[in-house]
C-alpha cells in the first residue's frame, strides 16, 4: 500500500473517529436550527469578505510571480485550488495549484512548488502573531487549557522556525538534496533526473524572491496580513450570525483553532471532523457550551464550505472557457 492509500485511509478515520465523537454529543438538529436562524444578510456579507480573501490571495501570487500573470487570470487558479484544498485531505489538495499554474500559465513545477511554499510561510507567520496577540490578550483560561495553549504555541513557533529556515537556506537544503541524488547516482534514473530539474527550479524561485526589493516582502506581509484580516472578520460574523456573543477578542480567539485545523496536515475528507473539533475546542475554552460550540462548529463548517464550492465551481467553469478560447 502507497503513501497516498494510507493518508487517505488515515484521513478517513480521523473524520468518522471525530464525527462520531461530536454527534454523540448533541442533538442533530441543532445544527439545523442553527443554520436556518442565519439570515440571509449575514450570508451575503459573510461570502463578501470570503471573496475578498481570495483576491488578496490571487493579489499575493501576482506579487510572488513577479507580476507576470494577471490577478485576473490567477483569480479562478486560487478559488479551484482552495476549493480541492479544503475537500481533499490532508492538504493534499495544495497539488492542485502547482498543476493549475503549470496548465494555466505555463509554470514550472519547482516555480509553482517554491511560490507556494513562501505563501504558505507567510500565513504561518501571520497565524502565529495573530493567536500571540489574542493569547496575551484574553488571558484569563483555567490551567488545563493554558498547557494545550502552551503546546499549540510550542508547535506553531517551531513550524514557522521550520518554515522560515527552508526559506532563506532552502537553497542549501537542496543543495545538499542533489549531491546525494548524485552520490547515489540516483541521477542516472528518469526519477532522479526529474527531482533533480524539480530542485533546480525551486532554488531559482527562492533566489528570485531574495533578490527582490524589500517593497516587494512587505508587499507579500501586507497583502498575507489582509488575507487573514479578511478571514478572522469572517469567522466573527458568522458567529454573530448564528447568536454567539461573547466578544470581539474571545471570538477571534476561539475560531484560531479552527484556522490551524485549515492550515494544518491533519484535515479529514472535506475537513470533516477536524474543522468542528478545532472550532468546539476553541469556544469551550472561552465558556461556551458544549453542545453550542459543537452544533456552530458544524454550522460554521458547512457555510465556509458553501463558500468554497460556489467560488471553487465557478473558478473551475472560468478556467473551462478560457481554454476553449484559447483553443477557439
Known sequence: MDARSLTKIFSFVISITLLTLLFSQINQGDVVTTLSNISPLHFIAGFVLYTCSYVFRAWRFYILLNKEIGINSLFPIVCVHNMMNNLLPARMGELSFIYLLKTEANRTTGEGLGTLIIARIFDFIIITIFFLLLFS????????????????????????SLFIGLFFYGNAVIMQLKTL??????????VGRYISRKCEEIMTCFSTYHNRKNKRHLSVFLLSLAIWSFSYLLFYLIALSMHIELGFIPILFASSFAVFST???????????????????????????????????FGFHLIVLLYTIILGVSGYLSLFLSRKKRAA
Open 181 to 190: 541524488l548524485r552520490f547515489f547516482n540516483v541521477c542516472t534514473f528518469r
Open 263 to 297: 492550515v494544518l496536515p491533519i484535515q479529514g475528507i472535506g475537513g470533516f471532523g477536524t474543522m468542528e473539533g478545532g472550532w468546539a475546542l476553541g469556544f469551550i475554552m472561552v465558556g461556551l457550551p458544549n453542545e453550542i460550540a459543537i452544533s456552530t462548529g
Open 137 to 160: 490578550i484574553i488571558g484569563n483560561l483555567s490551567s488545563g487549557f493554558f498547557v494545550i495553549i502552551v503546546i499549540g504555541i510550542i508547535f506553531l513557533i517551531t513550524m514557522v
